[in-house]
């Protein structure tokens, strides 16, 4: 499942004392699997900053095709895996000073991992060399599809990358019926993880997919789900309620993440990056820890995947939209 890491600028250049195209090919084995959906975000802390400085790593390796191949695979994870963590002070051109920083970013919004060349001896439970990085059983962990526990903790620990790194996010679950006790419990989380960030992040455009039901009226399933996401809209969070006929049942739980691109008229228009799927959720008084793991396999779908979700979705005439103040 997505995970947010941050290599270090001597840990993407590191050879590690062995034959340097070696390592790259774990590395990019790992970032990138070749029949596999990635499941990794690197994080360019202090944005510019970290690119200058792995750029400067690479230019200084001496063995040329060593050199290519890592400024190939660095421009691919700029490209396709990389998301911005701000960072509030210099940092120096050591590795140390990377994973310093790397630290206190965590503390604030946690990584998955610090990744280390095999030069620095990495901090317990923070950082981890590249060697290890890069073995098979490190991947386990954060394997896709992905059994995630019923409760709370477990659903943040899975959501966080794509509510910390989407521009806007569609949330689609089924069991929403006006109430405090059903998978508005979710809901709320994923709202809270992609809008209750510190300072230097930003801020995430909620969309919440509603489906009328038989016995519910309209007007109560918008005054109950409106009523549950009041302090939120309080605080200035953008979210809307889109509500589908009964007909256009939602079956799945699944939510949708991206930004925002413009267009040659500088036009802002969504780009879907992530689509998860959920077998199940927390949700109200069953969100215990006995609900077990048994068939809640969350599953992360590739880019393209994403976007042909999201456009079969957008193609669904919705009954009614409304905008949350």
């Known amino acids: 499942m ?5 290599l270090t600028p001597d840990a993407i250049c590191d050879s590690d004392g062995r034959n340097g195209t070696d390592v790259v090919r774990e590395l990019k084995n790992c970032l990138f699997p070749f029949s596999g959906t990635p499941i990794a975000l690197i994080c360019n802390l202090g944005g510019d900053d970290w690119v200058r400085a792995v750029s400067s790593k690479i230019a200084r390796i001496p063995d040329g095709n060593h050199r290519s191949l890592v400024q190939n695979l660095f421009m691919q994870i700029v490209d396709q895996l990389s998301v911005s963590r701000p960072v509030d002070h210099d940092i120096k051109d050591d590795e140390s000073s990377w994973v310093s920083a790397g630290i ?5 919004v946690p990584l998955g991992k610090i990744v280390v ?8 439970e923070a950082a981890i060399q590249l060697r290890k990085f890069t073995s098979h059983d490190f991947w386990k962990e954060y394997r ?6 019923r409760n709370k903790a477990c659903q943040e620990d899975a959501l ?32 809270q993880l992609a809008n209750g960030l510190p300072t230097g992040f930003s801020k995430t455009k909620i969309d919440l997919h509603l489906c009328l039901r ?9 005054n109950g789900v409106s009523h549950e996401l009041k302090n939120f809209t309080r605080q200035g969070i953008d979210v809307t309620l889109t509500l589908f006929p009964a007909e256009n049942k939602i079956l799945n739980r699944e939510i949708i993440g991206g930004e925002y691109t413009a267009t040659s008229q500088q036009n802002e228009i969504p780009k879907p990056l992530w689509w998860i799927t959920m077998a199940h959720v927390a949700v109200g008084s069953r969100n215990a820890n006995d609900a077990g793991d048994a068939g809640n396999t969350w599953s992360l779908f590739s880019r393209a995947e994403a976007h042909n979700r999201f456009e079969e ?6 009954l009614k939209k409304l905008k949350l103040n």
């Open 313 to 318: 979705i957008n193609k669904a005439e919705p």
């Open 2 to 6: 997505l995970t947010e890491f941050l």
């Open 214 to 222: 038989k016995n519910i009226r309209e007007e109560n399933l918008f």
């Open 117 to 124: 060349s095999g030069c620095t001896t990495p901090p317990p």
């Open 160 to 191: 966080r990358a794509i509510c910390t790194h989407s521009d806007w996010i569609v949330i689609r679950l089924p069991q929403i019926r006006g109430g405090c006790d059903d998978e508005i419990v979710t809901a709320k989380q994923i709202i």
């Open 104 to 108: 206190k970013s965590s503390a604030l």
């Open 144 to 149: 896709n599809p992905r059994l995630v526990s």
